[in-house]
């Protein structure tokens, strides 16, 4: 079975552009998280989709926006970048259980580099 | 802002047991412990996950204090691939809009 995939695997952007990042979930899971990694820090929280809707969305400037698509792929959209958006970007997928348990699985991430 | 509070690193010799500690005090009771490692630029792998009860699989076991206010990852066996940033993590599954919140882990290191 697929995992979760996230293209494309590097990104080169120069400072004001857009970049999209897009991610497919694994089959049958219906809920996307994106978490930004800048170098040498953790994991923040960008946002969570599920069965197409914008569920929750960390502290982050309206300029980070996505959606999901009825086939539950997702797509992470970043205007206006600024250098400090260069970090590796990481898509997961869960399968939300009646008991509200799930398992996150990540995929390899995009690494961007805003220049 | 994560829960949990890990120390910043660990050493282990290969091949013995790896015990990761991981504080908790805060934790509410439908709140889950859940474990995920990443190492090095890839993207974090779940381990497990429990309520109250330890819990056992094929990559590890989970020990929870009766009080729930603490927790240790076991890794039986380490070997040089598990060489990683572990993260403990609670959580909320019924609380709407919930999401993982990833503090900044334990960085176990396993030597030959």
């Known amino acids: 079975e697929a995992g979760v995939t996230q293209s494309p695997t590097h990104l080169i952007k120069t400072r004001g552009q857009q970049a999209t990042l897009r991610c497919s979930p694994i089959s049958g899971h219906t809920s996307v998280y994106w978490y930004q990694q800048a170098l040498g820090l953790g994991l923040q929280f960008l946002l969570w989709y599920d069965e197409g809707e914008e569920r929750n969305r960390g502290n982050f400037p309206p300029r980070f926006s996505g959606r999901q698509f009825p086939n539950y792929s997702s797509e992470l959209n970043v205007n206006a970048l600024e250098l400090e958006d260069s970090a590796l970007y990481l898509c997961a997928s869960s399968l939300r259980r009646m008991t509200g348990e799930e398992k996150l699985f990540f995929g390899s991430g995009t690494q961007l580099s805003v220049l | 802002d994560a829960k949990t509070t890990q120390p910043t690193s660990m050493d282990c010799a290969e091949g013995r047991a790896a015990n990761l500690p991981c504080n908790h005090s805060?934790?509410?009771?439908?709140?889950?412990v859940y474990w995920y490692r990443q190492i090095h630029s890839q993207g974090p792998q779940y381990i497990i996950h429990g309520l109250k009860n330890n819990e056992t699989n094929e990559m590890a076991s989970l020990i929870i204090t009766e009080d729930r206010k603490s927790s240790t990852l076991i890794l039986p066996h380490a070997t040089l691939r598990d060489t990683a940033v572990y993260y403990c993590?609670?959580?909320?599954?019924?609380?709407?809009?919930?999401?993982?919140?990833f503090g900044a882990g334990t960085i176990l290191r396993v030597k030959s």
């Open positions: 805060t934790i509410s009771g439908n709140e889950y």
């Open positions: 993590i609670v959580r909320d599954p019924m609380e709407y809009g919930n999401k993982l919140v």
